[in-house]
């Protein structure tokens, strides 16, 4: 069983910058693909950015340039650095693994991007 943990979630500024962490429970070594998605009010959920085991990395069109996804193998730890936040922006963020097969998801963390 994977468990993954998400931080980072807040307030912030149009503008403003936020880094978002996900921790897993084990190694991320073996894992396929990790990622975050985010659903806004109202909003179907969607992908923003993977990243693969061989770090193929890819991003939702609206956030292309803006956002960057990481991992660090020796922290099992997934990280999503969002610059230049705009209000369209605001959602649930959801971290999400696949292993051998094998989806995993994280409780969600809000971010709101507001005045």
């Known amino acids: 069983q994977v468990q993954l943990v998400e931080s980072g979630g807040g307030l912030v500024q149009p503008g403003g910058s936020l880094r978002l962490s996900c921790a897993a429970s084990?190694?991320?070594?073996?894992?396929?693909?990790m990622g975050w998605y985010r659903q806004g009010p109202g909003s179907q959920r969607e992908m923003v950015a993977i990243?693969?085991?061989?770090?193929?990395?890819n991003y939702a069109g609206s956030v292309k340039g803006r956002f960057i996804i990481s991992r660090d193998s020796a922290k099992n730890t997934l990280y999503l650095q969002m610059n230049s936040l705009k209000p369209e922006d605001t959602a649930v963020y959801y971290c999400?693994?696949?292993?051998?097969?094998?989806?995993?998801w994280g409780q969600g963390t809000q971010v709101t991007v507001s005045s």
């Open positions: 990243i693969t085991s061989g770090e193929s990395t």
């Open positions: 084990r190694s991320i070594v073996s894992f396929g693909v």
């Open positions: 999400y693994s696949n292993k051998f097969g094998t989806d995993y």
